[in-house]
């Protein structure tokens, strides 16, 4: 009898640690896996909730030059002049020519004045066979600085810092323009992929882009009409601040506005974001074969009903 009592309180403890772990495991589950919270700096920072417009707006260190960056940019071949300082600006650098990497920026307002700080030129340069990948030329920019807060807040802008630019369309290698405002096919990459289905040809270059921009890991955030009625007619794109040390993306680029259960999920989420050179390679190199297959598959479509006309 005393052998079968304890047989039963076994159990029943082997049940309650089995409980135990499920319980674990759902946690996890939905919660991510416990980490270390981020040490944060002591300096005066201001942080909004994440997805809406977490700009980091602690002043600039004074003084702060980042040398590095102008010798990166040298290395890097691009023409600029470092420019008398500029207020908020860390490492204020014009780019002269309108050229970074293989891409033209022209204004779109015709004011051509490409002032920004290093990090931004830099991060674009690097960024220039993504541009080139998805069939882009030429990119219609509004602003890169301008000293001003985010709409509807008194929080600097990333813009005032001369880390943050404005793109409001693209020339594409066939010489169309593609343009945001009225190209840009909203709720897509709501399924599996990124991309989702664009139905023409434009919108498809521009998701893509934007795709391909966010998994680059040189943009702190890439702003696009999903995210708010401000930026229905253009994409807002911006690196990392320069005390950023860690370059930590925390929060995911907002690319889909995303509501209910997977709000939380999306938050959660880390992304390493530093950049290396393989991740650009693969990312032009998975792009050209989508592109190709989308291309191939058209080709096929227009046959078949080239095939069913002539027989109907
Ligand atoms: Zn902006």
Not at 70 to 90: D, E, I, M, Q
């Amino acid at each position: 009898m005393k052998g079968r009592g304890d047989k039963s309180f076994f159990r029943s403890i082997r049940l309650v640690l089995i409980e135990c772990f499920v319980f674990a495991a759902v946690v996890v589950l939905f919660n991510g896996p416990v980490r270390a919270r981020p040490v944060v700096s002591r300096a005066p920072v201001a942080r909004m909730h994440p997805l809406v417009g977490a700009e980091f707006h602690h002043p600039i260190q004074k003084g702060f030059v980042d040398r590095r960056c102008l010798r990166r940019l040298r290395r890097l071949k691009v023409r600029f002049r470092k420019t008398r300082s500029v207020r908020g600006v860390a490492t204020p650098v014009e780019i002269l020519g309108g050229r970074l990497g293989s891409i033209r920026y022209r204004s779109f307002f015709g004011h051509d004045h490409m002032l920004m700080d290093c990090r931004l030129a830099v991060a674009l340069q690097r960024a220039s066979p993504i541009f080139r990948v998805n069939g882009v030329k030429e990119v219609l920019y509004s602003n890169f600085y301008s000293w001003r807060n985010v709409d509807g807040t008194n929080r600097l802008s990333l813009h005032a810092l001369g880390l943050a630019v404005d793109i409001h369309g693209f020339v594409a290698r066939n010489g169309r323009r593609v343009m945001v405002e009225s190209d840009y096919e909203k709720g897509l990459g709501r399924g599996r992929t990124c991309e989702g289905h664009a139905e023409t040809w434009k919108a498809r270059l521009l998701r893509d882009l934007a795709c391909d921009l966010d998994a680059s890991n040189l943009f702190g955030r890439i702003l696009t009409p999903d995210y708010d009625h401000g930026h229905r007619n253009h994409f807002h794109i911006s690196t990392f601040h320069p005390r950023d040390r860690a370059k930590k993306r925390i929060y995911r680029t907002v690319l889909v506005d995303v509501k209910g259960v997977l709000w939380p999920w999306v938050l959660r989420r880390p992304v390493r974001a530093r950049y290396r050179l393989s991740r650009i390679r693969r990312i032009v190199r998975r792009r050209q074969l989508m592109i190709h297959r989308w291309y191939r598959w058209h080709r096929r479509v227009a046959r078949d009903k080239r095939w069913r006309h002539r027989r109907g």
